[in-house]
């Protein structure tokens, strides 16, 4: 086990309340101490990862914040976030792990930002058999830790599909997400990596069955 440093709530909550360059610059070096340590966290995760997932690389975002198009101008963010990316082309979806306080860590999973060929596959899929997908929504494990499907959608029905269609729900969803939160005591348990870990493997079936839409026709023949 690898627990979460105790000292990352209490430095993101100064850093909420001094979110500017002059505070930070003091204490950037109990900002660059907890980092590396949050690295080791997320190295850790990415091992655990790879043990029942074919999982090539993962990323820890920048704690600067790009403010170039933003109104909001603080220059950095409060929170942690890191990816972890599965083999592509052939494996699909993703995992992201943020810690922030004031209970509002989490986990997600899922896709994001699907370009519109993908999501176009996928909605075609739903059209024509949804029951799969939602066997794996509906399964006892996966919703007790999963909850119920997240993300932006349509008001309505897509162009060319029918609005009345008994699976809309999905077909119309821009974005297809799962999410888990935790509070800050849980982040701090010896275990929560371990829990992190143990519900990122729960969502393997969903990331399958995705993975063999996008990487097949509507007749079931491979593309890649």
């Known amino acids: 086990m690898l ?4 000292r990352v709530f209490p430095f993101l909550k100064k850093l909420e309340t001094n979110n500017n360059r002059d505070w930070f610059t003091d204490n950037k070096a109990e900002f660059k101490t907890i980092e590396s340590t949050i690295k080791k966290s997320y190295k850790f995760l990415f091992e655990k990862l ?3 997932d074919d999982v090539d690389q993962f990323k820890i975002f920048r704690i600067y914040r790009d403010v170039r198009f933003s109104k909001n101008k603080l220059p950095y963010k409060t929170h942690f976030g890191g990816s972890f990316q599965r083999r592509k082309p052939e494996l699909r979806g993703g995992y992201y792990l943020h810690i922030a306080p004031n209970n509002e860590s989490f986990i997600a999973v899922g896709f994001w930002d699907p370009n519109k060929d993908d999501l176009l596959r996928i ?3 739903f059209e024509m058999d949804a ?3 939602r066997e794996i929504m509906n399964a006892k494990s996966f919703k007790s830790i999963w909850g119920d ?3 932006d959608e349509l008001m309505s029905a897509p162009r060319n599909f029918d609005k009345n269609h008994p699976d809309i729900d999905l077909i119309r969803k821009k974005q297809y997400i ?3 939160k935790f509070g800050d005591t849980d ?3 010896p275990d929560f990596l371990e829990i992190v870990n143990t519900s990122f493997k729960e969502v393997k079936p969903f990331f399958n069955y995705m993975s063999d839409v996008l990487t097949t026709n509507l007749n079931g023949e491979r593309i890649i």
């Open 3 to 6: 627990p979460i440093d105790t």
């Open 187 to 189: 982040v701090l348990q």
């Open 178 to 180: 799962f999410t888990r």
């Open 131 to 133: 029951s799969e997908m």
């Open 50 to 52: 790879k043990a029942h």
């Open 123 to 125: 909605r075609k899929e």
């Open 149 to 151: 499907l997240e993300g």
